[in-house]
Nanobody, 123 residues
Framework: QVQLVESGGGLVQSGGSLVLSCAAS????????MAWFRQAPGQEREFVAV????????YSADSVKGRFIISRDNAKNTVYLQMKSLRPEDTAVYYC????????????????WGQGTQVTVSP
C-alpha cells in the first residue's frame, strides 16, 4: 500500500505561481510512475503530468506544457508540481497518483490516490 498526501494548494492571482507536494508513505515511490491529475467542479478528472520511475522522463498535458513541471525526489519519497503563469481555468482540486503498472494519462491505470489539494486562481 502507498499513502499519498498532497499539500501546497491555495488561492493565487492569475499569473502567479504555486508548488504542490505529494508525500508518500508505506512504500518507496522509486518503483512507481507518479502523476498529477486535477478535477474542476462539474468536470471529469483530467491528467496533468507524469514522471516515469525507470528514467525520470516526464510528460505533460498540452494545457499545462511550458507552465507546469513535475519532478520527484525519491530520497524524500515526494513528488512535486511546480506551477507558474497560473490561469483561472487551472482552478481545480489537484490529486497525486501512483501506478506500478504503466505510464498513462488514464486515471484508471493508477492504483493509489491522495485526497487532493485545492488550487484556486482568481482573475
Amino acid at each position: 500500500q502507498v499513502q499519498l498526501v498532497e499539500s501546497g494548494g491555495g488561492l493565487v492571482q492569475s499569473g502567479g505561481s504555486l508548488v504542490l507536494s505529494c508525500a508518500a508513505s508505506g512504500r518507496t515511490i522509486s518503483m512507481f510512475h507518479m502523476a498529477w491529475f486535477r478535477q474542476a467542479p462539474g468536470q471529469e478528472r483530467e491528467f496533468v503530468a507524469v514522471t516515469r520511475w525507470t528514467d525520470g522522463i516526464t510528460y505533460s498535458a498540452d494545457s499545462v506544457k511550458g507552465r507546469f513541471i513535475i519532478s520527484r525526489d525519491n530520497a524524500k519519497n515526494t513528488v512535486y508540481l511546480q506551477m507558474k503563469s497560473l490561469r483561472p481555468e487551472d482552478t481545480a482540486v489537484y490529486y497525486c497518483a501512483a501506478s506500478g503498472r504503466s505510464v498513462s494519462t488514464r486515471r484508471g491505470d493508477y492504483d493509489y490516490w491522495g485526497q487532493g489539494t485545492q488550487v484556486t486562481v482568481s482573475p
